[in-house]
Nanobody, 119 residues
Framework: QVQLQESGGGLVQAGGSLRLSCAAS????????MAWEREAPEKERELVAS???????NYADSVKGRFAISRGNDTNTIDLEMNGLKPEDTAVYFC?????????????WGQGTQVTVAS
């Protein structure tokens, strides 16, 4: 099992910045990919950004150039630096980890953290 501890989020004015962090712990052999997803009211959950074990990153078109995902000094942690925030970035943000456990490869999600961008 993998436990995810998310931090960051909150309320910010449009144009402002926030940083989200996610730390993975528990019993797993290797994390292959870590990502942030978001779910806005009445919208489907979408991938925001991801980073693989070899450092390859991927971003949603809507956040390219504004958000940056990185791994912390502890490779089981990630940060999402969000700049130039827009009201449409308002959503619950979920940390997602794909990891190998004794039972096989599974996806795990955190409980989510609210990001609200005021216009």
């Amino acid at each position: 099992q993998v436990q995810l501890q998310e931090s960051g989020g909150g309320l910010v004015q449009a144009g402002g910045s926030l940083r989200l962090s996610c730390a993975a712990s528990g019993s797993f052999a290797r994390i292959e990919i870590m990502a942030w997803e978001r779910e806005a009211p009445e919208k489907e959950r979408e991938l925001v950004a991801s980073i693989t074990n070899d450092g390859t990153t991927n971003y949603a078109d809507s956040v390219k150039g504004r958000f940056a995902i990185s791994r912390g000094n502890d490779t089981n942690t990630i940060d999402l630096e969000m700049n130039g925030l827009k009201p449409e970035d308002t959503a619950v943000y979920f940390c997602n980890v794909g990891a190998y456990t004794k039972a096989g490869f599974y996806d795990f999600w955190g409980q989510g953290t609210q990001v609200t961008v005021a216009s």
